[in-house]
């Protein structure tokens, strides 16, 4: 057992929104953005965590970790421990320091970067030898029962499981996954990631109730998820659900578009489904926001091919698939139109699909 550092990546999701709770299919793919942690291993059974973009240093007995302890960002560290010794695996104290992040707040899943890194720090240092899979199960636990976010499981799995030059297919009702190859530069396009910097405080709760009124939807149509069903399947549904579930089903089924598409060799044709996926988010499943539906309807106009909103919604992020030639026309149609509305300016950046996490040392 030795100390060393340990990377995770962001991610951003290309099409599958809001259906990993759902048992549905998202295609997300990991960002060059990372999250570091240096840790090291201790045998006093005492946890240590800080981090250079939070003051203080959380410090407690592993014992102590529970749902709701340690309270803040040390709870997603802290509760990849917790959850590793609850599935039984044989992990001791350990000391976390957070020295590089992903862009906190820009719905780009720096919580789950900074899971995944201690998850395969934990895993290293203690000898455990688990598949990737059970880290990225670990840290989804976490995430649910010790910080409280009842959130899926697509960002852990894309931060443990994406490859460069691939998008990472996710099948959240059996777990499988397949690498899908996405090389945008290849065909003369540039995925542009648009950060509103926004985060609408609503985010949390309403994250939790739309994922209640799609079970209560499988629930009033007696099946175990809505996967598999067509939108005629879904009529006798409540007013006030039926256009929940109807976002999950079609955004199911443009995933599978979307996959058919890549495989064959036609990326700039995804364009128009990533349109139809942001008008369904906004729409159907009442999760975009002004900024985010400005940065999508500008980048349209600057001469992207399809944009959509990226992740939970009420702030965050947004994609953009835009040809190479079109990059800075879309940039300045962006600034330009949050600056006229009176926004906040936008981070704007390209993205690259990168590695998932690994050992840097
Ligand atoms: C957040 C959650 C994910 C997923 C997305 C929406 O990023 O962490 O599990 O539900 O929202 O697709």
């Known amino acids: ?39 090291r291993p201790r045998d006093d059974g005492r946890f240590t965590a800080r981090s250079t973009a939070e003051t203080g240093t959380v410090d407690l007995a592993l014992d102590e970790i529970g749902p709701g302890a340690p309270a803040g960002w040390a709870g997603y560290p802290a509760g990849v421990l917790w959850a590793l010794r ?11 320091v957070v020295t590089d992040t992903v862009p906190l707040g820009a719905g780009l899943s720096s919580s789950a970067a900074l899971e995944c890194a201690v998850a395969l720090a934990a895993d290293d240092l203690y000898g455990l030898g688990l598949p990737r899979t059970a880290l990225a199960a670990a840290c989804v636990r976490a995430e649910n029962e010790v910080v409280g976010a009842q959130t899926g499981g697509m960002d852990q799995a894309a931060a443990l499981l994406a490859t460069a030059g691939h998008a990472l297919l996710l099948d959240t009702r059996d777990g499988s996954t397949r690498q899908v190859p996405f090389a945008p530069a290849d065909a003369g396009l540039a995925v542009l990631v648009i950060d509103t910097r926004v985060r609408h405080h ?35 549904l409540d007013a006030d659900l039926l256009p929940r579930a109807r ?43 002004a900024e985010l539906d400005l940065a999508v309807a500008a980048a349209r106009e600057g001469g992207a091919l399809g944009a959509r909103m990226t992740g939970g919604g009420f702030g965050g992020s947004a994609v953009a698939l835009v040809p190479l030639d079109r990059l800075d026309a879309v940039t300045r149609t962006v600034r330009a139109a949050f600056a006229a509305a009176g926004h906040r300016e936008p981070t704007i950046r390209t993205a690259e699909p990168s590695e998932g996490a690994r050992r840097l040392s």
């Open 1 to 39: 057992m030795t100390a060393g550092r340990w990377a995770a990546p962001g991610r951003v999701n290309l099409i599958g929104e809001h259906v990993d709770y759902a048992g549905g299919l998202c295609l997300p793919f990991a960002l060059a953005e990372r999250t570091v942690v240096e840790a």
């Open 86 to 96: 609850a599935a039984g695996h044989p992990v001791g104290g350990l000391d976390v």
């Open 202 to 236: 609503l985010a949390d709760g309403q994250y939790g109730a739309r994922r209640a009124a799609v079970e209560k939807a499988a629930a009033a149509l007696g099946v175990p998820s809505l996967r598999g069903l067509d939108v005629a399947d879904l009529r006798d």
């Open 247 to 289: 976002h999950v089903v079609t955004e199911i089924a443009r995933v599978g578009e979307v996959v058919a598409l890549l495989d064959a060799g036609r990326l700039p044709a995804i364009g128009p489904l990533l349109d139809a996926s942001h008008a369904s988010l906004r729409d159907d499943y009442a999760v975009s926001c």
